[in-house]
């Protein structure tokens, strides 16, 4: 049976290449598009993929691509993005959005009970028990798509209780590895991954290692295991994209070319696994592959993100807000890259940290802490 897909974030990364995956899949069925603000990219989508009805969440975008595409339903603001998916009737919604702006979405899927592919990390991030009760109450499925968490979920998969000690995630080391003095960094060399090619944000995240420290987070919630036995190791060939260590010390490792399709396809097909075009691994090409503990001291926002989760209620909330304001003031040209650090760090230690109950106590949380990161980003912007 065709499996009904919506895709929310089509015109980012990994929402171009889940694009290319459900065009290579009969047993995938397009049923709707998302974006932000690219309307002209949209709109080009439109017409590839013939899908009848889109939103874009930026509400004049929206009205400039309802003005050019006829015959399709075009919705738009964040309500829009709600209709869209209450309108398509998907299957499984791919939650590619970036940021806390993906929460709200992930937050229709599972009250209407859809299967969820979460692209997302900010969604568990920010929402993290909130979001798998609710999961849990209506029934639906999270289908991690990060390359790591959906190696563990492979590696995991069928493994009976108690025979799981430990998670290790891997990171490339962003191209700042081995450095220790990252004073200085132009916004170009933090763009210049080494590995993977992301969206801006992310990008950055993965340069100060804070989308490590999310991935930890998102892993707590995923796989319920406690913060101390959920490990990172920096692996820069980027071959080994996650391991499990089970009860009897045996580690269990999943491998491959980095190629996001693979995590992508594995979500939009579950539970079915689908060919996917990507090229072999073959190790004696690769020759070696290292490992190497974290710097967690040049790298401090891995440390910060662990700190924020362990301390859990709306810590998580603030550590993603305040990020991502210090990491579009860096992108701007405001603060310097070693400020992105500053500027977290500062919001943790003033934000009130409450116990969250409620989405909305969430989304106050966030706001609140945005302020804060607003005005630490005009006083590092002061003293540059």
């Known amino acids: 049976m065709t499996k009904r897909v919506l895709i929310l974030g089509s015109t980012g990364s990994i929402g171009e290449q889940a694009l290319d995956v459900v065009a290579s899949s009969d047993e995938l069925e ?95 991030v920010v929402g993290g028990e909130l979001v798998i009760a609710l999961a849990e109450a209506t029934g639906a499925t999270i289908l991690p798509v990060d390359s790591e ?15 799981i000690e430990r998670l290790i995630l891997t990171a490339s080391g962003g191209p700042f590895r081995g450095r220790t003095e990252l004073s200085g960094v132009t916004r170009e060399e933090a763009l210049a991954h080494p590995t993977w090619e992301m969206g801006g944000r992310i990008t950055i995240d993965s340069a100060t290692l804070m989308n490590k420290g999310f991935e930890v987070i998102e892993a707590r919630h995923l796989f319920g295991l406690g913060y101390d036995r ?11 994209h996650s391991l499990i260590e089970l009860n009897d010390g045996a580690q269990l490792a999943h491998l491959g070319l980095p190629d996001m399709r693979v995590p992508i396809s ?75 650090a500053d500027v977290v760090e500062g919001t943790l230690e003033s934000a009130p940290i409450d116990p969250v109950t409620h989405f909305e106590d969430l989304f106050d949380a966030d706001a609140k802490a945005r302020e804060l990161a607003a005005s630490l980003v005009a006083s590092e912007a002061a003293r540059a």
Request: charged share 20%; hydrophobic share 45%; glycine share 8%.
């Open 30 to 124: 397009l049923v709707g598009l998302c974006a932000g603000r690219n309307s002209e990219r949209l709109i080009a989508q439109v017409r590839e993929a013939r899908v009848s009805t889109v939103a874009l969440s930026d509400p004049d975008a929206g009205r400039q691509a309802s003005a050019r595409l006829d015959g399709v339903r075009v919705l738009y603001g964040e309500e829009g993005v709600r209709e869209l998916i209450l309108a398509t009737e998907p299957d499984l919604v791919l939650n590619a959005i970036v940021g806390t702006a993906g929460l709200g979405p992930t937050i229709v899927a599972l009250s209407e009970g859809i299967d969820l592919a979460l692209a997302n990390k900010e969604s568990l």
């Open 149 to 163: 968490h959906s190696a563990l979920f492979q590696l995991i998969r069928g493994r009976g209780p108690g025979t």
């Open 230 to 240: 959920i490990d990172v190791v920096v692996h820069p060939q980027s071959i080994v």
């Open 266 to 340: 594995y979500a939009l097909h579950f539970p079915e696994r689908a060919d996917v075009t990507v090229p072999a691994l073959d190790l004696t090409a690769v020759g070696s592959l290292s490992f190497e503990q974290p710097d967690l001291e040049t790298f401090r926002c891995l440390r910060l993100a662990r700190e924020a989760g362990l301390a859990a209620g709306t810590a998580p909330c603030v550590l993603n807000a305040a990020d991502e304001v210090a990491v579009a003031a860096f992108l701007a040209g405001t603060i310097s890259f070693s400020a992105i």
